[in-house]
């Protein structure tokens, strides 16, 4: 059991990184081929950081700030938010997953397909756990993608966009920045899949060592995203997210597991499983 006789924010992270490492809902169906992810990377955000606002303006007045979520999801402690927080964390997706993507050259590679919906799983299973460990210390928390208001919404400026974005949390708690997919570029790489839970703990949230919001991106002098995208959604203006859309769709026509994603623009790439050197 992961006690907060320590700093809060050690504790977390230390809570967070034996999940992953030890939880049975991190192993692929054939043991011996290893884990879904590799050690998380672990930040935290205040709640109140101006970004959250400026949110609303980027993807939609539909996205909610964690102050917005926590008062909606309990109203009772409308007076509780001072020094409210947001946990993020990214789970890196494992070499032997990354090696078999980078071969493919239309959708994604059997490995890839079973860390999309599998891994994604177990990505809930965390989300829990990370609520109950705050529940445990008599804080209040909840994982905004598993909470009773999340929803998808059409936006003028970037389509189908959701009311909480785990990427645009991630940057707020200093985890990475965009790329050219609009994907998250991290210390542990592109390839990765990211959550998050909002509490009213007070975390002293991660230092962003990063200015800009591409700046781990090189797409002026790179653009390898550009050839390994399938479907021709990513130019050098960006991603196109209704083309990736119908070509995923077509994906799933023929998945005997029936949402397979892609992923080939995260792999075979320089920012695969880093941030790369400029």
Not at 91 to 115: M, V
Not at 155 to 161: A, I, L, Y
Not at 221 to 231: D, F, L, N, T, V
């Amino acid at each position: 059991m992961v006690s907060f006789k320590k700093n809060s924010e050690e504790s977390i992270k230390q809570g967070i990184e034996l999940f992953v490492a030890e939880s049975p809902g991190n192993r692929k169906s054939q043991p011996e081929e290893g884990p879904y992810f590799e050690k998380p990377l672990v930040g935290f955000a205040d709640a109140v950081d101006p970004l959250f606002k400026e949110y609303k303006k980027i993807i939609g007045n539909f996205h909610l700030t964690p102050i917005e979520i926590l008062s909606k999801l309990f109203p009772q402690h409308s007076s509780d938010w001072n020094g409210a927080s947001v946990i993020s964390w990214i789970l890196p997706i494992s070499k032997s997953t990354r090696q078999s993507n980078r071969k493919e050259i239309r959708g994604p590679s059997a490995d890839w397909e079973q860390t999309r919906i599998h891994g994604e799983a177990f990505n809930n299973q965390l989300r829990e756990y990370v609520v109950s460990l705050i529940s445990k210390q008599q804080g209040l928390a909840a994982a905004p993608m598993l909470s009773g208001i999340f929803g998808v919404y059409q936006s003028d400026k970037s389509g189908f966009c959701s009311n909480w974005s785990e990427r645009h949390a991630a940057y707020a708690a200093g985890l990475g920045t965009f790329s050219l997919t609009r994907g998250l570029i991290t210390r542990s790489g592109v390839a990765m899949r990211c959550g998050s839970v909002v509490t009213n703990l007070k975390l002293k949230p991660t230092p962003r060592s990063y200015d800009d919001y591409q700046e781990y991106c090189l797409f002026e002098s790179c653009g390898k995203c550009i050839h390994r995208c399938p479907a021709g959604a990513i130019t050098k203006e960006g991603h196109d997210k209704d083309m990736c859309i119908m070509h995923i769709a077509e994906l799933m026509d023929e998945s005997a597991e029936g949402y397979p994603g892609c992923g080939l623009c995260q792999t075979g790439v320089p920012c695969e499983a880093g941030i790369p050197p400029k």
